[in-house]
């Protein structure tokens, strides 16, 4: 028997999802976050799973957590103190950044760029220079170092940075000054992390590489401080199992990696969420889908095709760019908890991005809140039961409504409308979500389905898929508690980099097999540190790629045997392909590649759960109620169902109420909820 428990912690919402392989059962639960310290969520969670398993903590296997800790420290301004040191010349660089505006002339005027991590008075420009051809036009001066270290320790500096020009392919430099830096802070008696630009962002583009770098240091002893404190927890409940961290991109790695590398874990919940949307919509039978995590505070939104989500090299977190692998996800401010308020200089109506969070949270929650909040909104509308978490938490009706009535008054409208404007416009902003990641992309939203999870995503996809057509909705038994459930089927997984910077007819094919012969060694060695059997590793490798003089690049993606006698023309033939496949031409220009990466995955053992067999379509035998709800303007009675009662093959007609432990599902008038044989909910148009 292998129990592996999966834990998301979100921003109103800790979500445990518990999986026993030898008997393919499976456990879920929901605590609230606790956002001062999150490992008392954690630690609560575990406890309460565990006893509705009758398991006792010291029996588990695996722990897997996706932690919010280094965004918030981002978005709180609560990272370490770090210094810099860079390059002759390059002292501005944060503050010169990438010269960007988000417009033209009202855009520049208007945008007010984020202050740099490090501030100007913590940066130290060396006497060193190489050139991006390695020649070195300014020797590296030790005692400039030495003394230029001595000046940020007497800053009170708590983690270091260093990033060099060119030491992406040159990193010869760096190496020497991290020495000389180390042996200055053993003399002076400190021990703080050492960040180096060469280890953590191998590639081009000198902004990117060092802003990458900085929040790397800037995260590096908030991750451990807090990393050792869960553990300390987890051993003093007694838990035994592993700690294992789920990275950006999905995979997962070590607590000592984390710890490392802290800016691969920055966006580690909603990459949870899209890993088990794949595996979820594979086992159903759906190759093309878009994602929809609908949270407490916030929504997520990808596509993945072929079952594989999209995975980018560059991201933003809190405003900052980040070169580190990541699934492309799209957030917006807009959740459960988001607030609805007027206006007062257009007197519009406005949802999100402020967010009742955990604490006090909604009206409904009886925490304190007295702000109108979408979840206060759907309660008011008959889209939620009154109790919620299999009866552990119940909903307060009266404070919803009352929590309503001063925006009703305020718009001029009765109370019920006020809501459905409400419900109307988070749906608005979710929308221009989904049509960022479908038809700002070229993609057709139609040839797509929906695979809606999260604790609040229920409630809106049916609307959400009517006006994108994108049938059916695909609601997974785990909603609520998805993200947790993508970490339990999550590989181990990292990438390591190398900048190339050349044409491919300029390439010598042997010394390119040589070189990724050399990064898949890198990954291999690091799968065998994660304690990977050699049986479970695997290695694939990454070619940015790009026509000369284009301003971004592509990935063209092979394996490890196509990789050991790759051919030059193979490699453009695959380029020009994957440039028809994204954008529909291919131009008859010279193609150069960028960065060459190998991606060392490390396989884990999958949740494998029964199926059903199907029976009639009748789901009377699953309704548990009903309730007054907003329909066509008017309060009308509406069904409720019990999930667990429904049984494969039956069908939900709209509108209905669907109702489970960690979320809840609203079918509309015209719509249906088909149950399929792995337990899914589909919501399709009623024919």
């Keep these: 028997m292998t129990l592996r428990i999966g834990v998301d912690v979100g921003g109103t919402f800790t979500d445990l999802f518990l999986h026993d392989s030898e008997s393919s059962r499976f456990w879920l639960a929901k605590t609230p976050s606790t956002p001062g310290n999150q490992a008392e969520g954690v630690i609560r969670g575990i406890q309460e799973i565990c006893a509705k398993a009758g398991l006792e903590p010291q029996q588990l296997d695996a722990v897997l957590h996706g932690t919010t800790v280094a965004t918030n420290a981002l978005l709180e301004d609560k990272g370490s103190r770090v210094g810099l040191l860079t390059s002759h010349g390059w002292r501005n660089i944060l503050h010169l950044a990438d010269s960007w505006t988000p417009g033209p002339l009202f855009g520049f005027f208007n945008y007010a760029p984020p202050e740099p991590v490090v501030p100007f008075e913590r940066v130290r420009a060396l006497e060193e220079r190489i050139t991006a051809d390695g020649e070195v036009i300014l020797e590296l001066d030790e005692a400039d170092v030495q003394q230029k270290v001595r000046e940020l320790v007497d800053e009170g500096i708590e983690a270091l940075t260093i990033s060099l020009m ?3 392919a040159h990193p010869a430099h760096e190496e020497q000054v991290a020495k000389i830096a180390g042996k200055v802070l053993a003399d002076l008696g400190v021990d703080i992390p050492v960040s180096l630009s060469s280890d953590v962002s191998p590639e081009f583009r000198e902004y990117e590489r060092a802003v990458t770098t900085v929040l790397n240091s800037y995260l590096g002893p908030v ?59 594979q086992r159903a039978g759906f190759d093309k889908i878009i994602t929809f995590d609908m949270g407490g505070t916030s929504s997520d939104v990808a596509v993945c095709v072929g079952g594989v989500p999209e995975v980018t090299r560059e991201t933003k977190v809190a405003a900052f760019p980040v070169r580190a692998p990541a699934i492309n996800v799209e957030t917006i401010g807009a959740g459960g908890g988001s607030i609805a308020n007027v206006s007062e200089v257009t007197g519009g109506l406005r949802v999100g991005p402020e967010s009742a969070g955990a604490q006090p949270g909604p009206a409904c929650y009886g925490r304190g809140g007295t702000l109108p909040t979408v979840t206060d909104a759907n309660l008011v509308l008959g889209h939620l039961p009154t109790t919620l978490l299999g009866g552990d938490m119940t909903l307060d009706a009266d404070a919803a409504m009352k929590a309503h009535e001063p925006l009703a008054a305020e718009m001029g409208v009765d109370v019920h409308s006020a809501a459905q404007a409400v419900i109307d416009i988070v749906n608005g902003n979710m929308l221009g979500a989904l049509r960022a990641v479908t038809v700002q992309r070229g993609l057709n939203p139609r040839e797509f389905s929906l695979l809606s999870f999260g604790g609040a995503g229920g409630l809106q996809a049916n609307a959400l898929a009517a006006e994108l057509g994108c049938f059916p909705v695909i609601i997974p038994p785990e909603a609520g508690v998805l993200s947790a459930v993508g970490f339990v089927v999550a590989d181990v997984q990292n990438e390591f980099a190398q900048a190339y910077l050349s044409p491919v007819e300029s390439i010598d094919v042997q010394a390119l097999r040589a070189t990724l012969a050399e990064l898949g060694g890198r990954a291999d060695a690091w799968l065998e540190e994660e304690g990977v059997p050699a049986a479970d590793r695997s290695v694939r490798y990454v070619f940015d790629m790009r026509y000369r003089r284009q301003g971004y690049e592509i990935t063209v993606e092979i394996d490890a045997d196509t990789a050991a006698t790759l051919e030059l023309d193979d490699l453009t033939r695959r380029f020009h392909e994957e440039h028809v496949r994204l954008y529909g031409f291919e131009l008859p220009a010279s193609v150069e590649v960028v960065t060459v990466r190998s991606r060392g995955i490390g396989r884990t053992e999958k949740v494998d759960l029964e199926p059903g067999t199907e029976v009639a379509p ?14 066509d303007g008017a309060l009308q009675d509406v069904p409720i169902y019990d999930r667990a009662l429904l049984q494969p093959g039956m069908c939900v007609e709209g509108k209905a109420v669907i109702t489970q432990y960690d979320s809840t599902v609203l079918v509309l008038p015209g719509h249906r909820a088909r149950v399929d044989t792995f337990f899914n909910l589909l919501l399709e148009e009623s024919r």
Excluded: C, F, K
């Excluded at 294992?244 to 800016?263: C, K, N, T």
């Excluded at 874990?265 to 909603?270: E, F, K, R, W």
């Excluded at 009748?618 to 329909?631: F, I, K, L, T, Y």
């Design 618 to 631: 009748d789901a009377s035998a699953a309704r548990v109620g009903s309730q007054p709800s907003w329909v």
């Design 166 to 168: 060119h030491a992406y």
């Design 223 to 281: 991750m451990q401080r807090y990393l050792s404190t869960l553990d300390t927890a987890l051993r003093d409940v007694p838990v035994s199992a592993s700690l294992q961290v789920v990275r950006s991109d999905g995979g997962l790695m070590s607590v000592g990696g984390a710890q490392e590398h802290p800016i691969q874990t920055a966006l580690s919940g909603p990459s949870g969420g899209v890993n088990g949307a794949a595996y979820v919509a």
